[in-house]
């Protein structure tokens, strides 16, 4: 028989364990709820081939996997999330069994009360601001025109180009530095995280702002309008936004 | 070329309307320093692994003899 | 948990056929990336003032002969210059542009 583990989701305050009846947990299993100082942790069994310090090892490198477990995990932190304010883990959060789950929530308590009491009535929303894709000048064609004009001036044109880039540049970082302070301006907490790989994103233009921003439920509204001003204030970007979510980026502890 | 990452953000595999998050949203989240995609070129033929190109290494070289002051 | 995953999507998987295409495809990008690195430094130089107005115009004039060699062999085996762009992951695309 091989070894299981606890695989902790999220863990929240004044939950309802009848509430995750039904819920699916990873692996085919079914989730249980751990009480301890006041506090749940929601959790569920996992074979630790898998999930094990080896298992992880490999599997974190295997998109396919990871996609199944993050869609599995994110759908009970939401579930969660619904019955009462939560505090989600990380992926792949691994105890030995309940009594490690309970020492766990006493070593994390203060830090979670102070995390839940942060996120309770909010709700994460993301916004990107992403460049306008610019027409590339077709090398062949700029060539071809400037053949009989000559060297010195096609190193001008390569400079006008290069400089037409940076100009580029820089008023795109300006752009989503106005739009974060905005927004920040706007909710309880913003943070900006690391620009997205365009190969997970498939976009193919440059993202130029990735934020997280944490907004009182009762004003998710009040919030997107806001996102529609700066839309309008700066056609020369993309801004999408995209919530409520579960607070993910609000809600991490300093241990992992 | 086979590539694994570019498809999957179009698989919708969720059940709650208007809080379908985007797979590399969620991964960011999820992990603690997201997720990176390793530069390294693995160059097979037939099924088999041949070359690992390590271009790193290759790329500061030369661009450390490109700068140099005359 | 402290290390991120790795992810390996680059693989050149060749079978005979398209051998030439691909290894020719990895030669094409590093000469890509010199040529790029060529013009930024000849840029460079000008922009310090040393060079006579003969030196920049043959230095731009073999620039110019370079790009358009590179564009021949691009179209040879149909590639574009986003083919060329091999990423690096955490240190970016290979190719700025």
Not at chain 2, 18 to 45: C, E, N, Y
Request: charge should be negative.
């Amino acid at each position: 028989m091989t070894e299981t583990g606890r695989y902790l989701y999220a863990i929240a305050r004044g939950l309802d364990p009848q509430a995750m009846t039904g819920v699916p947990a990873l692996g085919g299993g079914h989730l249980d709820v751990v009480e301890h100082l006041g506090l749940a942790a929601v959790v569920s069994s996992v074979d630790l081939d898998e999930y094990g310090e080896e298992g992880l090892r490999r599997n974190l490198e295997n998109l396919s996997w990871l996609e199944e477990v993050a869609r599995g995990h994110d759908t009970v932190v939401q579930a969660v999330a619904e019955q009462s304010p939560t505090a989600p883990l990380r992926l792949a959060t691994i105890c030995h069994d309940d009594d490690g789950v309970r020492a766990r929530l006493e070593e994390w308590h203060d830090a979670l009360e102070e995390v839940l009491d942060r996120i309770e009535g909010r709700r994460e929303w993301s916004v990107k601001v992403f460049a306008r894709p610019r027409p590339a000048p077709a090398a062949a064609e700029s060539t071809a025109g400037g053949a009989s004009a000559g060297g010195a001036a096609y190193l001008q044109r390569k400079k006008a180009e290069s400089q037409a880039r940076e100009a580029d540049e820089s008023s795109a970082a300006a752009i989503a530095d106005e739009v974060h302070h905005s927004l920040a301006g706007r909710s309880v907490a913003g943070r900006r995280l690391p620009p997205q790989d365009p190969r997970l994103t498939g976009r193919t233009d440059r993202m130029l702002h990735n934020g997280a921003y944490l907004v009182p439920a009762e004003e998710g509204d009040a919030f997107a309008a806001v996102v529609e001003e700066l839309r309008a204030a700066h056609p020369d970007v993309t801004i999408e936004s995209a919530g409520p979510w579960p607070p993910y980026s609000f809600a991490t502890l300093e241990q992992s | 070329m086979t590539g694994a990452a570019g498809e999957v953000e179009q698989r919708s595999v969720g059940s709650t309307d208007g809080r379908q998050i985007a797979l590399v949203d969620l991964l960011d989240r999820l992990l603690g320093t997201g997720v990176v995609l390793a530069g390294d070129v693995v160059i097979s033929l037939a099924g088999v692994d041949l070359v690992q190109v390590k271009l790193h290494a290759l790329i500061t070289s030369i661009r450390e003899d490109m700068v140099q002051p005359r | 948990m402290s290390e991120s995953p790795r992810i390996f999507p680059q693989r050149l998987e060749t079978d005979a056929e398209s051998v030439e295409r691909d290894l020719f495809k990895l030669v094409l990008t590093v000469i890509e990336l010199v040529r790029q690195l060529m013009e930024k430094q000849a840029l460079r130089r000008v922009d310090e003032g040393d060079l006579t107005d003969e030196q920049i115009e043959g230095l731009g004039t073999g620039l110019m002969h370079l790009e358009q060699a590179m564009e021949d062999l691009k179209s040879r085996y149909d590639l574009t210059a986003a083919d060329l762009n091999i990423d690096l992951g955490p240190l970016g695309p290979l190719l700025s542009e």
